[in-house]
Protein backbone atom coordinates (compact mmCIF):
# COMPACT_ATOMS: atom_id res chain seq x y z
CA UNK A 1 0.00 0.00 0.00
CA UNK A 2 2.93 2.26 0.69
CA UNK A 3 4.13 1.52 -2.36
CA UNK A 4 1.38 2.15 -4.48
CA UNK A 5 1.27 5.92 -2.73
CA UNK A 6 4.87 6.46 -3.67
CA UNK A 7 3.74 5.70 -7.20
CA UNK A 8 0.73 7.61 -7.13
CA UNK A 9 2.09 11.09 -5.56
CA UNK A 10 3.48 13.64 -8.45
CA UNK A 11 7.10 14.92 -7.98
CA UNK A 12 6.53 18.52 -7.26
CA UNK A 13 9.28 21.11 -8.82
CA UNK A 14 10.57 23.10 -11.96
CA UNK A 15 11.35 20.22 -13.64
CA UNK A 16 7.93 18.03 -14.06
CA UNK A 17 6.03 21.34 -15.49
CA UNK A 18 5.17 22.61 -11.44
CA UNK A 19 6.30 25.80 -11.82
CA UNK A 20 9.11 26.92 -9.42
CA UNK A 21 9.25 25.32 -5.93
CA UNK A 22 7.54 27.96 -3.41
CA UNK A 23 10.47 30.47 -1.92
CA UNK A 24 12.93 29.71 -4.76
CA UNK A 25 13.35 32.98 -6.59
CA UNK A 26 14.19 32.01 -10.55
CA UNK A 27 16.58 34.18 -12.18
CA UNK A 28 15.69 35.78 -15.78
CA UNK A 29 17.84 34.27 -18.69
CA UNK A 30 18.96 37.22 -19.91
CA UNK A 31 18.91 40.18 -16.96
CA UNK A 32 20.04 42.96 -18.90
CA UNK A 33 17.26 42.14 -21.42
CA UNK A 34 14.69 41.77 -18.58
CA UNK A 35 15.70 44.92 -17.15
CA UNK A 36 15.25 46.90 -20.26
CA UNK A 37 12.03 45.45 -20.98
CA UNK A 38 10.58 46.47 -17.56
CA UNK A 39 12.37 50.01 -17.95
CA UNK A 40 10.34 49.83 -21.12
CA UNK A 41 6.70 50.51 -19.56
CA UNK A 42 8.40 53.30 -17.43
CA UNK A 43 9.51 55.16 -19.61
CA UNK A 44 5.91 57.03 -20.35
CA UNK A 45 6.40 57.79 -16.69
CA UNK A 46 10.00 59.81 -17.36
CA UNK A 47 9.04 63.41 -15.95
CA UNK A 48 7.49 62.00 -13.13
CA UNK A 49 10.65 59.45 -12.47
CA UNK A 50 12.96 62.86 -12.64
CA UNK A 51 10.86 64.71 -10.12
CA UNK A 52 10.89 61.74 -7.77
CA UNK A 53 14.84 61.88 -8.50
CA UNK A 54 14.88 65.49 -7.30
CA UNK A 55 12.41 64.89 -4.31
CA UNK A 56 14.81 62.56 -3.01
CA UNK A 57 18.00 64.81 -3.22
CA UNK A 58 16.16 67.15 -1.70
CA UNK A 59 14.23 65.37 1.24
CA UNK A 60 17.77 63.87 1.99
CA UNK A 61 19.51 67.10 2.21
CA UNK A 62 17.07 68.58 4.48
CA UNK A 63 17.04 65.01 6.75
CA UNK A 64 21.00 65.61 6.88
CA UNK A 65 20.24 69.41 7.82
CA UNK A 66 18.84 68.20 11.46
CA UNK A 67 21.83 66.67 12.79
CA UNK A 68 23.64 69.70 10.90
CA UNK A 69 21.49 71.85 13.35
CA UNK A 70 21.70 69.71 16.30
CA UNK A 71 25.38 70.06 16.27
CA UNK A 72 24.90 74.15 15.81
CA UNK A 73 22.81 74.34 18.57
CA UNK A 74 24.84 72.44 21.12
CA UNK A 75 28.34 74.69 19.66
CA UNK A 76 26.49 77.84 20.12
CA UNK A 77 23.29 78.10 21.83
CA UNK A 78 23.29 75.18 24.76
CA UNK A 79 26.99 75.90 25.71
CA UNK A 80 26.44 79.63 25.61
CA UNK A 81 23.08 79.00 27.76
CA UNK A 82 21.34 81.10 24.98
CA UNK A 83 18.09 80.30 25.08
CA UNK A 84 16.02 82.08 22.52
CA UNK A 85 19.25 81.13 19.94
CA UNK A 86 18.43 77.63 20.98
CA UNK A 87 14.64 78.39 20.63
CA UNK A 88 15.17 79.64 17.01
CA UNK A 89 17.69 76.70 16.23
CA UNK A 90 14.87 73.87 17.23
CA UNK A 91 12.53 75.34 15.36
CA UNK A 92 14.66 75.91 12.21
CA UNK A 93 15.22 71.94 12.69
CA UNK A 94 11.34 70.83 13.12
CA UNK A 95 10.74 72.71 10.28
CA UNK A 96 13.98 70.80 8.57
CA UNK A 97 12.62 67.35 9.25
CA UNK A 98 9.07 68.30 8.44
CA UNK A 99 9.92 69.18 5.09
CA UNK A 100 12.07 66.25 4.96
CA UNK A 101 8.93 64.05 5.97
CA UNK A 102 6.68 66.20 3.73
CA UNK A 103 8.97 65.99 0.67
CA UNK A 104 9.16 61.85 1.09
CA UNK A 105 5.70 61.27 1.07
CA UNK A 106 5.57 63.45 -2.19
CA UNK A 107 7.91 61.71 -3.52
CA UNK A 108 6.98 58.01 -2.02
CA UNK A 109 3.15 58.90 -3.85
CA UNK A 110 4.32 60.13 -7.27
CA UNK A 111 6.44 56.63 -7.63
CA UNK A 112 3.47 54.58 -6.34
CA UNK A 113 1.29 56.41 -8.88
CA UNK A 114 3.45 55.82 -11.93
CA UNK A 115 4.20 52.14 -10.36
CA UNK A 116 0.68 50.89 -10.48
CA UNK A 117 -0.13 52.94 -14.13
CA UNK A 118 2.90 50.91 -15.62
CA UNK A 119 2.03 47.71 -13.69
CA UNK A 120 -1.58 48.30 -14.75
CA UNK A 121 -0.09 48.53 -18.75
CA UNK A 122 2.17 45.14 -17.76
CA UNK A 123 -1.01 43.55 -16.88
CA UNK A 124 -3.09 44.32 -19.98
CA UNK A 125 -0.05 43.22 -22.18
CA UNK A 126 0.27 40.25 -20.24
CA UNK A 127 -3.25 39.57 -20.83
CA UNK A 128 -3.14 40.11 -24.67
CA UNK A 129 -0.59 37.93 -25.12
CA UNK A 130 -2.09 35.58 -23.10
CA UNK A 131 -4.95 35.52 -25.82
CA UNK A 132 -2.84 34.50 -28.73
CA UNK A 133 -1.00 31.87 -27.19
CA UNK A 134 -2.02 28.02 -28.16
CA UNK A 135 -4.31 25.66 -27.03
CA UNK A 136 -1.11 23.30 -26.51
CA UNK A 137 0.28 25.67 -24.20
CA UNK A 138 -2.82 26.00 -22.08
CA UNK A 139 -2.58 21.85 -22.24
CA UNK A 140 0.57 21.62 -21.08
CA UNK A 141 0.50 24.31 -18.21
CA UNK A 142 -2.50 24.07 -15.49
CA UNK A 143 -4.66 27.48 -15.30
CA UNK A 144 -3.94 27.51 -11.69
CA UNK A 145 0.21 27.36 -11.74
CA UNK A 146 -0.31 30.10 -14.90
CA UNK A 147 -1.97 32.50 -12.34
CA UNK A 148 -0.02 32.17 -9.87
CA UNK A 149 2.84 33.05 -11.68
CA UNK A 150 1.65 35.40 -13.68
CA UNK A 151 0.43 36.87 -9.87
CA UNK A 152 3.23 36.49 -8.31
CA UNK A 153 5.85 37.74 -10.34
CA UNK A 154 3.45 40.96 -10.96
CA UNK A 155 3.59 41.55 -7.22
CA UNK A 156 7.37 41.05 -6.88
CA UNK A 157 8.00 43.91 -9.52
CA UNK A 158 5.33 46.14 -7.73
CA UNK A 159 6.94 46.01 -4.60
CA UNK A 160 10.56 46.37 -5.83
CA UNK A 161 9.58 49.20 -7.84
CA UNK A 162 6.78 51.28 -5.77
CA UNK A 163 8.93 50.59 -2.59
CA UNK A 164 12.73 50.10 -3.15
CA UNK A 165 13.92 52.75 -5.76
CA UNK A 166 12.73 55.61 -3.67
CA UNK A 167 15.21 54.28 -1.08
CA UNK A 168 17.71 53.16 -3.18
Known sequence: MAEQNKQNKRPQGPAHGMGPIRGVIEKPKDV???????????????????????????YTLAGLAGPYLMGVAIDGYITEKDLPGLTRIALIMLGAYLLSLILQ????????????????????????HLQFLSLRFFDRNPAGDLMSRLTNDINAINQAVSMNVTSL
Not at 49 to 56: A, C, D, E, N
Not at 111 to 122: C, F
Open 32 to 58: KKSIQRTASYFAAYKVELIFVFFLVIL
Open 105 to 128: AIANWIMANASQKALKKMRTDLFH
